[in-house]
DNA sequence: TTGTACGCGTTATCAA
DNA sequence: TTGATAACGCGTACAA
């Protein structure tokens, strides 16, 4: 912008019509060139590209974009990426996007409808073929039919309501029943469950899964589902504790619940498995290290954003069938210790 | 791109030309409205803005930016985003982006200097504004002086070899130095290093300040720097406790190495701080939960991707001078268990 | 083999 | 208050 060119005129990044003066060719002729295209001479192909070096030309994406009316770019809207979960989606996509040629824009809707819409009206402005889309909150309806049909869109981890899109999520339900169907395997009746946010997908379905596990052995629901982070989590594993009749085991909906019952337990001199036993949501490196060992369900976070963007070029490559296809991704019960079990490391 | 417009024939999105046509006035005056320019009668605009609603037109960001010569665009490219580290800086960056109207790009160069100079190269041509870098290992001279006129960058976590920019890193030497002074406050003097890439910017500053530190207490040093992951971390682990006089204490460069560390004391049924005391770089949720509870340094990831991407606006809007500058964070030592403390929580 | 002219969708200039 | 018309930097069609 304010590099001196030659002549000491003010000029930015030098551009087609610029290394085609330097080089006594049209424009048409760098072009060539640079795109190496056939039928230009060898002797003014080399002038071109001394002119190309000299002047350190490169060419504007922006401009090809606009006449090419693609603009290679994805986007990714996520919660949060700071959340390991999505980190690691978002790494996956980074990388289908860069085997692709394309670039990546990452926008965080902080789980808020209103700044996911802001965020995705702006990709639209901003020309993006495609959408990867951890949707927020419900209320998807201004994702109009006009919309999907110019800018696919692939939901991740969370389906659209509203409208239909691709979709890749996990075996939450299934998952959560598994892990609660563990628990009640290990002789308890009275199994709490700690979640959060009721409204999300995820754990509605997780709900559903520790509901339908004790309904078919007639056990009673301990339920609280105010526990959005760490402290709060805590909190309601107290409350839990403080009943008449405390649970002898907990199901935690994420990781942030294990964490924070976790540190109730251990405050509230608990240990675990023997005084109660733990099974949570989401597995982590660390789950490995701490005592007891955590026994978790597993949730393919890195094949969730793989299978999302794949099938998201899929669709920019013209080679999805036009409904919307649903993927759901295993997840499953990594058996350590703090379940009661002895065993080093298992599935089931 | 495939949808059919009102005549029939295919067409993508609405243009500003298709709003006249419908509006019955020329494109300056649709744009106008747009774009909230005076000296539009109040009865046009109302007829042009019920046309822009009828067509859902929305502006073509890249034919703007074309125009405007500017992308509003920033990129963050970073060694790989599902380190947790990176990720709190990515959020930070991502909110200051925002808070400025611009879209992030997010990059992952894989810690490898020539997919970093692929993606700096890509990003130069699609226009980006400025440049937040997670340096990979030494030979920038490819960012040349002409780039860096035209583009600026800021480096975080890592200082630019070889050429200057604005930089963010923090206090890894001292943070260092403070940790192995605090083991040695306990007495210990046999005091294990467990790094890894000895290259690596971050790692060669905690390597000096383990190393001054024993020099000043007279000790000698015990460092692995064959660690880059958890196994090769326990690897190195078992190899020190099978020296003839093992250390009784360990330092560990980052998370990595502090849970491999962990895992190889485990196994040897070793128990921390009792047999081993432990101090690691870079404090993480989890360090509280574990037993014992882990000593670390902690490095303020927010801050470092905040104050970096603050920088780098403030050269956009040219309120920088132009020397490049160089910001350096405090690293504190959260002092919890696994140094042999028993205190609750605190600082030192 | 090379070059001219036009269009992508927008903003800016200047005249009407 | 409005509207032709020219850029922005590039690719494409069509000539030369």
Redo the contacts with the bound molecule.
Sequence with gaps: MTTLGPFGEYK?RP???DVARSAG?????V??V??GE????ES?AVRVKEAIDSLGYE??EL??N????RSRTIALVIADISNPFYAECAKAVELVAREHGYTLILSGSEEDIETEQAYVRMLARRQVEGLLLVPADDGHGYLGEGFLASVPVVALDRPLDDVSADTVIVQNRLGAKRAVEHLIGHGHTRIAYVGAQEHLYTNRKRLQGYRESLGENGLKEMARLEAPDIPSAAEAMRSLLELPDPPTAVFAMNNLATVGILKALEEAGLSVPDDVALVGFDDFELADVLHPRLTLVRQPAFDLGWRAAELLFERLLGKAAPQSRRVVLETRLVVRESCGCRAKEGTS
Aim: overall charge positive; hydrophobic content about 30%.
């Design positions: 930015g551009t087609l019509s060719v049209s424009i048409k002729t072009s060539r640079v795109n056939a039928n230009v001479r003014t060419p504007n401009a090809r606009l006449k090419g009316q």
